[in-house]
C-alpha cells in the first residue's frame, strides 16, 4: 500500500557532498514526521536525522553542522544533504516515515536502504 523510494547513494571521497532522497507513494493519507537512520556494519540503526511536518528538526550531535535534513510536503519526499562526509558517516542510510492511512491506521514504513560509501 504504502512504498519508500530511496536514491542517492553512492562513493564519495572524505570532505564531500551527497544528497539522498526518499519519495512516499501510494494510499497516503498524512505524512507526519520523516527521518534519515543509518547502520554501518556491526552496528546498530541510529538516527542521523529528522523532521516533522511542520519542518521542526533533530540531529544526531555527529552529523550537526554538516547534514541538513528538509522535505516538500507536496511531493511526499524528504532529503538529506551530506557535506564534509567522513569515512565514519559509511553506512546504509535508511528512510523512515510515520505516515497515516485509511487501512493500516498510523505506523512507521521503511526504504529498502542506500548505500553511502565514503573513502579515498
Known amino acids: 500500500q504504502v512504498q519508500l523510494v530511496e536514491s542517492g547513494g553512492g562513493l564519495v571521497q572524505p570532505g564531500g557532498s551527497l544528497r539522498l532522497s526518499c519519495a512516499a507513494s501510494?494510499?497516503?493519507?498524512?505524512?507526519?514526521?520523516m527521518g534519515w537512520y543509518r547502520q554501518a556494519p556491526g552496528k546498530e540503526r541510529e538516527l542521523v536525522a529528522d523532521?516533522?511536518?511542520?519542518?521542526?528538526?533533530n540531529y544526531a550531535d555527529s552529523v550537526k553542522g554538516r547534514f541538513t535534513i528538509s522535505r516538500d510536503n507536496a511531493k511526499n519526499t524528504v532529503y538529506l544533504q551530506m557535506n564534509s562526509l567522513k569515512p565514519e558517516d559509511t553506512a546504509v542510510y535508511y528512510c523512515?516515515?510515520?505516515?497515516?492511512?485509511?487501512?493500516?491506521?498510523?505506523?512507521?514504513?521503511w526504504g529498502q536502504g542506500t548505500q553511502v560509501t565514503v573513502s579515498s
Open positions: 523512515n516515515a510515520l505516515i497515516d492511512t485509511v487501512v493500516a491506521g498510523r505506523r512507521h514504513y
Open positions: 501510494g494510499s497516503i493519507f498524512h505524512i507526519n514526521a
Open positions: 523532521i516533522t511536518s511542520g519542518g521542526s528538526t
